[in-house]
């Protein structure tokens, strides 16, 4: 029973470029979240999608930041014009049911660095 | 806003050894999880707490969750050097928003030295 899946797992970006990452939630799973690890920081919410909708975007930083989750295929955080400051790991996880939202299972992360 | 306050921040110890790891709040959590993060993995779930009170075991590791439902403790009996990892508890708010957001604390670093 495959996890949920991240990728890239590492990801290279010059100042001012598009970051694109992706997240396949655990099979049967179709509530997706979006987490940034900082260094020295803990885990910081960011947005809780369902299938086509955004239900929760709370934590998304206000401009250059986007998420969606299609109706086929990964959900995507996009960060365009990429800056130093948005070198860190970003997590995806995912939970079966609406009312079961903390049993949230995460990807392996990909780790943004931004030059 | 609600936090989560984990102690210690940092741990070494020798296999053997017991240990507990706290995670505190002022506020009440609905549900309080705690996970286990090895360097460039991500969190793997442990234990989900969700009534005051509980206690829950998975081999040597007991997890409480407090009366209150605002804080939580870890204890490890007879640490193996396998326990190493960063610990992260993470609690569910009752508040506001959508509930589908985490609130997790900083984490505590272990190690175990065999």
């Known amino acids: 029973n495959a996890g949920v899946m991240q990728n890239p797992r590492h990801l290279v970006r010059r100042r001012g470029q598009e970051a694109r990452l992706r997240c396949s939630p655990m099979k049967g799973h179709s509530h997706v979240y979006w987490y940034r690890q900082l260094p020295e920081e803990g885990l910081k919410f960011m947005v809780y999608?369902?299938?086509?909708?955004?239900?929760?975007e709370s934590g998304m930083p206000k401009e250059r930041f986007s998420a969606e989750f299609p109706k086929e295929g990964p959900s995507i955080l996009r960060i365009q014009q990429v800056v130093r400051g948005d070198s860190a790991a970003y997590f995806c996880?995912?939970?079966?049911?609406?009312?079961?939202?903390?049993?949230?299972?995460f990807g392996p992360g990909t780790r943004l660095t931004v030059t | 806003t609600q936090l989560l306050e984990q102690s210690p921040q940092f741990l070494s110890i020798q296999e053997g050894e017991n240990l507990t790891v706290y995670c505190n709040s002022s506020s009440v959590f609905s549900s309080l999880q705690w996970y286990r993060q090895e360097p460039g993995e991500g969190p793997v779930l442990l234990v989900t707490v969700v009534t005051g009170g509980e206690v829950k075991k998975l081999k040597r590791l007991t997890f409480q969750f407090g009366d209150a439902r605002k804080d939580s403790s870890l204890h490890i009996t007879a640490a193996q050097p396998g326990d190493t990892g960063l610990y992260l508890c993470a609690g569910q708010g009752v508040y506001g928003g959508s509930q589908g957001n985490l609130i997790f604390g900083k984490g505590t670093k272990l190690s175990v030295k065999p």
């Open positions: 996880a995912s939970s079966p049911l609406p009312q079961a939202h903390y049993e949230q299972y």
């Open positions: 999608l369902q299938k086509e909708n955004i239900i929760d």
